[in-house]
């Protein structure tokens, strides 16, 4: 713990600099982490005490690559953390009862002495540090309350997962400040999502948490989520000729929790003609063996998404065996196959309630014309609503988000930088 006068004059020197290099990437951009971290302290004093001894905190987003839909089924992804990023300054407050200030949002007070599910904070913060602490302190820690003031540049619904980025900063506070750093990043994302899942409501798999938690750009094999295979991979996007784009279609974002439900819920009901409770244990030719009765028995869309389940978890290991042979541009050849498994078969790019709204689906066409066969384009993360992905050249990036814009409105493209660490304590 450094008190806060003493880190304002660490970052006005450049004495933290080294290290936040370290967190988020050689090409961070130093005076606008500067001048965010100084205005987090102000505001953490202006809500709690002057000069106060503090940590700061950072839990980052996270773009998936490869495996759209697959870690549900226990298969294979491939992810990254990006240089957006939750961060939060933080101080233990002696009592039991965590309180968060968090930029735009109301003021928000958990008492970690009634760790039950509360019905009535479903989908909101609280829920999920409750799930957080609940799934912590089952684990045998002893937690406290803490005084935190947060701030996010993970844009809400954007399909970077600023929940997972949330539930990661949570984790890593805990551990750091009342669990001697025990808990490891692989764990702080099992808490994570069994945080999300119990608590707040949502049926999400691991990857985005694991993503976040860990940093990188990490292939991750889920067959056994109890104990997920975790591979960094060393590639660095900045020397590929290619920047990472993340574009925002502009579509509605009511609440999609019944569509991304019923897409983990189709595939089961396949895996379960075999007797199997997950795709990943069926062999893929069984279903063409049996695909009438199959079809029979769960419906044609069902059919179509086990088939996506296969290919992509497919794709994601070769999107990981290319990189890691510096092949890009077949990385990128897979990153378009998945795309178009995406559309044709998982069908995650509109809501079937709205077939007259398809934004995400416009946002793919307007990319790969403004591509013109070079680079890739895809789904990004739970689909229906939010994002699209792209892999742009980088003599291409001006024309490319001009071009964007004209269809989409301005600030549409976001772009990305992968983030070398995930989840951690900045100081």
């Known amino acids: 713990m450094t008190r806060i006068s003493a880190l304002k004059k660490q970052l006005a020197s450049g004495g933290l600099d080294e290290r936040l290099r370290e967190v988020y990437g050689s090409q961070a951009d130093l005076p606008a982490l500067h001048a965010r971290l100084l205005g987090l302290m102000d505001t953490y004093e202006k809500e709690f005490g002057q000069d106060k001894a503090v940590r700061l905190f950072s839990g980052p987003g996270r773009t998936e690559i490869g495996g759209n839909h697959t870690d549900h089924q226990h298969g294979r992804v491939l992810a990254a953390a990006i240089d957006l990023d939750a961060v939060a300054c933080v101080a233990p407050n002696g009592s039991s009862v965590v309180r968060i200030r968090s930029a735009g949002y109301p003021a928000l007070e958990v008492d970690l002495q009634d760790l039950r599910l509360h019905v009535e904070e479903r989908t909101t913060s609280a829920a999920l540090v409750r799930g957080v602490a609940a799934r912590i302190s089952e684990m045998g820690y002893s937690l406290g309350g803490f005084d935190a003031v947060m701030q996010s540049t993970v844009l809400g619904g954007s399909g970077l997962s600023s929940s997972a980025a949330y539930e990661v ?53 889920f067959q056994n989520p109890a104990q997920p295979v975790v591979k960094r991979i060393d590639y660095d996007l900045a020397q590929s000729g290619y920047e990472l784009c993340i574009i925002d279609s502009g579509a509605d974002h009511a609440d999609l929790t019944d569509e991304y439900a019923a897409i983990p819920q189709e595939m089961r009901a396949v895996a379960q003609c075999f007797d199997k409770e997950y795709l990943r244990e069926v062999d893929s030719r069984e279903v063409w063996n049996d695909l009438a009765q199959v079809r029979e028995q769960t419906g044609d869309r069902a059919v179509l998404r086990a088939i996506h389940f296969f290919a992509d978890n497919a794709y994601a290991y070769r999107e990981a065996q290319m990189l890691e042979a510096n092949d890009f541009h077949g990385f990128l050849e897979y990153i378009n196959r998945s795309g178009r498994s995406s559309a044709e078969l998982l069908q995650n790019l509109y809501c079937i309630a709205k077939p007259q709204q398809q934004a995400v689906g416009i946002a793919i066409a307007a990319a790969r014309r403004l591509l013109d066969g070079d680079g890739a384009v895809r789904v990004h ?12 050249p980088t003599a291409n990036m001006e024309r490319f988000q001009a071009g964007m814009e004209a269809v989409l409105g301005k600030g549409c493209c976001h772009f990305l930088k992968i983030r070398p660490m995930g989840g951690t304590a900045l100081v």
Do not use: W
């Open 169 to 221: 900063l949570i984790g890593v506070i805990f551990n750091d400040l009342f669990c001697h750093r025990a808990l490891t990043p692989v764990e702080i994302a099992q808490i994570g999502q069994y945080a999300e899942n119990v608590f707040f409501g949502k049926p999400c798999g691991l990857m985005d948490q694991l993503a976040s938690s860990v940093g990188g750009v990490v292939s991750i094999d």
């Open 381 to 392: 993360g739970g689909g229906f609503a939010g994002t699209v992905q792209a892999f742009v």
